[in-house]
């Protein structure tokens, strides 16, 4: 299974970008996906996740209210919608698929040890 992200860049403070997450060689159906940030200096962040069984998503209090998570099974990616975007934003963005049911959940999303694919990041700086 592979992970492949795309969609950062360089923004301006209070502007948006939206991150995709490709799965190939499997279906998205059989994941759960989180997606995690790592800024300098700091630890890995769970952010957010979706689920594979109805799609209920969560998010961590520091992007809730401006990140949004969808997905579209028909393309195999998930998406990662972030709006309001400040420079505490900026950081290497990770999306990873997790084999266990229900890991989407509020209490085990934000834990690396339940993923088992991870993409390559994708960097997001907010600077003006």
């Known amino acids: 299974v592979q992970l492949v992200e795309s969609g950062g860049g360089l923004v301006q403070p209070g502007g948006s970008l939206r991150l995709s997450c490709t799965v190939s060689?499997?279906?998205?159906?059989?994941?759960?996906i989180g997606w995690f940030r790592r800024a300098p200096g700091k630890e890995r962040e769970g952010i957010s996740c979706i689920g594979r069984s109805d799609g209920t998503a969560h998010y961590a209090g520091s992007v809730e209210d401006r990140f949004t998570i969808s997905r579209d099974t028909a393309k195999n990616t998930v998406y990662l919608q972030m709006n309001s975007l400040q420079p505490d934003d900026t950081a290497v963005y990770y999306c990873?698929?997790?084999?266990?049911?229900?890991?989407?959940?509020?209490?085990?999303?934000?834990?690396?040890?339940?993923?088992?694919?991870w993409g390559q990041g994708t960097q997001v700086t907010v600077s003006s």
């Open positions: 060689d499997d279906t998205l159906d059989n994941y759960d």
């Open positions: 990873a698929a997790s084999e266990y049911l229900g890991w989407c959940d509020p209490g085990y999303y934000s834990s690396p040890a339940g993923y088992s694919y």
